[in-house]
């Protein structure tokens, strides 16, 4: 089982670093198995690095106006026309991968709420206890995906 976890966001914007920070805690923890990426947003050719894996993880800041601290979700291939020409959601990175490379990983968003984006390289007390919440939560979704399957004859 391949598996690839994409952080992103602006990590010059504090809490927008949310997704950076749960990818450098999973490369301190030597998280066995999988592969590991940060990227300021998502971009097209992403879809072929995507395309390699099984499961995907895409974990991001939310705005404030967020109605839960962490939104956890299952995300299907959704190709959406966006009025931001640069703007590309999971949705739309796993659409890519399917049409241009026939492959769709399993895909799970992370989006962390978010309560200062001006500048500064930290996270907010509040937020950084919420990305230790999604690391956690990540690795123990890591250790149920990489279970052996038992085949019954």
Known sequence: MKTLIIGYGNRNRRDDGAG??????LQ???????DLVTA?????DMAETVSRYDTVFFVDA???????????????????????????????????SSSLYGAEPHGFLFSI???DFNFG???TPAVQTLAEEV??????????LQQPVAVHA
Do not use: C, K
């Open 40 to 44: 300021h947003q998502l971009e097209v």
């Open 135 to 144: 690391v956690r939560e990540i690795r123990q979704m890591l250790a149920l």
């Open 62 to 96: 939310a705005i404030p106006e967020t109605p839960h601290a962490v939104v956890r979700v299952a995300v299907r291939p959704n190709f959406q026309s966006h009025s931001v020409a640069h703007y590309l959601t999971p949705a739309d990175v796993l659409a890519l």
């Open 20 to 25: 950076w920070y749960v990818v450098e805690r």
């Open 113 to 115: 709420r978010g309560m």
């Open 28 to 34: 301190a923890l030597a998280v066995p198995n999988v």
């Open 121 to 123: 390289e930290t996270l």
